[in-house]
């Protein structure tokens, strides 16, 4: 079975440009998650979605970050203008949904990591 | 605000010996404790999860140990293994948000041969 697919796996570019990242789900998990990764901070969840619709943006660190999911086999994450901050591994992660009585792990992919100049 | 802790940042074990993580958790309302493994290239990945309800699980050489009055749980790795080597975090979540994990900032394991 195909795991969480990201892409760029790596992404250099000048301070002010625009970033896309991008993430297809496992097939079938409704739940989608975009996480960043430093040596500072760890893992911080910065949103996730639940059937395409953004359920929790409180971690994305300001309005120069927005993500979407247009459909269930795809999301991005935009940064506009990136800053040299920004630097990071980025994750995505999909799940079936949680329950009250059993949680579903999260499966996430292999990253992107991003450095901006 | 970090809700869970995580200690060592990092750790070198002997092979054969014994890796012992912690975490301390604040939110009581959290019931359930993931570990998640991550090797170098790679997005993490479960190991092993428990609930408060029991002390104690263990799959294999792995073992979770749950004190819940000292909210505080710990992940050990028994005859630790070169192949162990890799970045441990640990996780909680509450029953109100099944879906969010917090996570704790990782430790980088190290087993020698």
């Known amino acids: 079975d195909a795991g969480v697919i990201q892409s760029p796996r790596h992404e250099v570019t000048e301070m002010g440009q625009e970033v896309t990242l991008r993430c297809k789900p496992i097939?079938?998990?409704?739940?989608l998650f975009w996480y960043r990764q430093t040596m500072m901070r760890g893992l911080e969840l910065l949103i996730y979605?639940?059937?395409?619709?953004?359920?929790?943006d409180s971690g994305m660190p300001e309005d120069r970050f927005s993500a979407k999911m247009p459909n269930a086999s795809f999301s991005t994450l935009k940064i506009q203008p990136s800053e040299p901050r920004d630097s990071a591994v980025y994750f995505c992660?999909?799940?079936?949904?949680?329950?009250?009585?059993?949680?579903?792990?999260?499966?996430f992919g292999d990253g992107t990591r991003l450095s901006i100049l | 605000q970090q809700q869970v802790k995580q200690s060592p940042q990092s750790l070198i074990v002997q092979k054969g010996g014994i890796s012992i993580i912690n975490c301390a958790y604040e939110?009581?309302?959290?019931?359930?404790f993931p570990w998640y493994q991550q090797f170098p290239g790679k997005g993490p990945a479960l190991l092993i999860a428990?609930?408060?309800?029991?002390s104690e699980k263990k799959e294999g050489r792995f073992t979770i140990s749950f004190n819940k009055s000292a909210k505080q749980f710990s992940l050990h790795i028994m005859d630790s293994q070169p192949g162990d080597s890799a970045t441990y975090f640990c996780?909680?979540?509450?029953?109100?948000?099944?879906?969010?994990?917090?996570f704790g900032t990782g430790t980088r394991l190290q087993v020698f041969p």
């Open positions: 992660a999909s799940s079936l949904p949680g329950q009250k009585i059993r949680n579903q792990p999260q499966h």
């Open positions: 097939s079938g998990h409704n739940s």
């Open positions: 996780a909680a979540s509450s029953p109100g948000n099944t879906d969010k994990l917090i």
């Open positions: 979605f639940n059937n395409n619709v953004p359920i929790d």
């Open positions: 939110n009581t309302a959290f019931d359930y």
């Open positions: 428990i609930r408060p309800d029991v």
